[in-house]
């Protein structure tokens, strides 16, 4: 069945650090992918997303490139800040109704 | 702000109670779906309505039901509570039952079953 890995955390970094967080996914036929965040207390927002092969998505410094040959969705900043701590959950949608989920990854960056 | 709104923020019910939580999707959205996010876990789909049909569900049992209502409003029923429905319940709402509707979810609501 459809399916999402991410990488383990809980992931701790300094202010300025590069950000790698690892997304692998197994499903049938071209999903869509996608980064959402979850602030404590929160619910989810959505980060970025692409929809299909070679598709780079970005914003608020953050990108992610769907690529297809190696079923991955790695999410990446150059220079992660205090505020960017949070959970993190890569996700894919499949068909036209479910968003499925990785369990999720808590960072926090430290001053 | 994704202009999806739910409620209460946190409920306390204790085992075989019945519960409703709401939601409110943005306006003009026809579709909304439900979560389930037990504590550390990524969210569980529930099921999905579209045009106040249901048409998708996960892994849930029955006690798990669902309204959609012309306002774009809708609700979850949880009947039977269990110990393990404790959990936040999200849903997210999307113009279009389609691929291309971008969901955005609401804040939440966190349920605890005694």
């Known amino acids: 069945g459809d399916s999402v890995t991410q990488m383990e955390g809980p992931v701790t970094l300094s202010e300025e650090a590069f950000l790698t967080i690892n997304c692998t996914y197994t499903?049938?036929?071209?999903?869509?992918l996608f980064w959402y965040v979850q602030y404590p207390g929160e619910g989810l927002q959505l980060l970025l997303k692409a929809t299909k092969a070679d598709d780079k998505g970005s914003n608020k410094g953050f990108e992610a490139t769907y690529r297809k040959e190696t079923t991955s969705f790695h999410l990446e900043k150059g220079s992660v800040q205090v505020s960017d701590s949070a959970v993190y959950f890569c996700a894919l949608l499949p068909g036209a109704q479910k968003l499925v989920f990785g369990q999720g990854t808590r960072l926090t960056i430290n001053p | 702000e994704t202009g999806v709104t739910q409620s209460p923020t946190h409920l306390i019910k204790t085992r075989g109670q019945q519960v409703t939580l709401r939601c409110s999707s943005q306006s003009g959205h026809n579709t909304v779906s439900w979560y389930q996010q037990a504590l550390g876990q990524g969210p569980q789909f529930i099921f999905q309505?579209?045009?106040?049909?249901?048409?998708g569900r996960g892994n849930f049992p029955p006690r798990f039901s669902g309204l959609q209502f012309p306002n774009y409003s809708s609700e979850l029923n949880v009947n039977a509570l269990e110990l393990d429905d404790s959990a936040l319940y999200l849903c997210a709402s999307r113009l279009g039952s389609g691929r291309e509707g971008t969901q955005y979810f609401g804040p939440g609501t966190r349920l605890t079953v005694l």
């Open positions: 309505y579209y045009r106040e049909e249901e048409n």
């Open positions: 499903a049938t036929g071209y999903p869509s």
